[in-house]
């Protein structure tokens, strides 16, 4: 197994950004590929966010996503119900872990969860949900992906910060941390 440990300067910015946006209802429209569709994405997600487009004036009309640059120079790939931060390269990660190294990545994820934990609180107070990722109120599509998870509620939506759990059935395993913001009927 190797590791990393990069600063948290991306994460940083990137969960500053996410606190940025007051009402993410206005962000989420129906997901439709097509030229059309990609530029109502674009134009109903800079006018909620500010955000702009990375690539202005190439979109591909197949795509049912795209990708904006916000004042802080973090990349989001926005879909019709998520957003998802392109940017976080930071924090503690591990990678080629093998059936033998479970055990390390699992105590890498839970030495460093604290402090992932805490610099999500800087910037969205305290979660609605902390808790480990096979605890029975978590949804089945989440349950058992996710090592440890937190779960905050906004208007519109629910921003989620999480450890993945090491999937050893998948060639070069990988552990880390993320964060997604996901459409809710929060209001």
């Keep these: 197994m190797r590791t990393q440990q990069r600063?948290?300067?991306d994460d940083e910015r990137?969960?500053?950004?996410?606190?940025d946006v007051r009402d993410w209802g206005r962000v989420w429209g129906p997901p439709a590929t097509g030229l059309d569709a990609?530029?109502?994405?674009?134009?109903?997600?800079?006018?909620a966010t500010g955000w702009r487009p990375w690539a202005p004036g190439s979109i591909d009309p197949n795509r049912y996503t795209?990708?904006?640059?916000?004042?802080?120079?973090?990349?989001?790939?926005?879909?019709?119900?998520a957003v998802?931060?392109?940017?976080?390269r930071s924090g503690w990660s591990a990678y080629e872990i093998g059936p033998n190294d479970l055990p390390d990545a699992e105590d890498g994820l839970d030495e460093h969860w604290p402090g992932q934990l805490q610099l999500a609180r800087k910037h969205w107070g305290e979660p609605v949900f902390v808790g480990p990722g096979d605890d029975p109120r978590i949804p089945d599509e989440w349950r058992g992906r996710r090592r440890h998870l937190a779960v905050w509620?906004?208007?519109?939506?629910e921003i989620h910060l999480y450890a993945t759990q090491p999937d050893l059935g998948t060639p070069n395993a990988a552990a880390g941390f993320g964060y997604s913001v996901y459409a809710s009927e929060v209001a």
Aim: charged share 20%.
């Design 38 to 47: 990609i530029r109502s994405l674009v134009s109903r997600v800079t006018a």
């Design 7 to 9: 600063s948290l300067d």
């Design 66 to 81: 795209w990708g904006l640059v916000t004042p802080r120079e973090t990349v989001m790939l926005v879909l019709p119900d």
């Design 14 to 19: 990137a969960m500053a950004d996410l606190a």
């Design 84 to 88: 998802l931060p392109e940017s976080p």
């Design 153 to 157: 509620l906004r208007p519109g939506a």
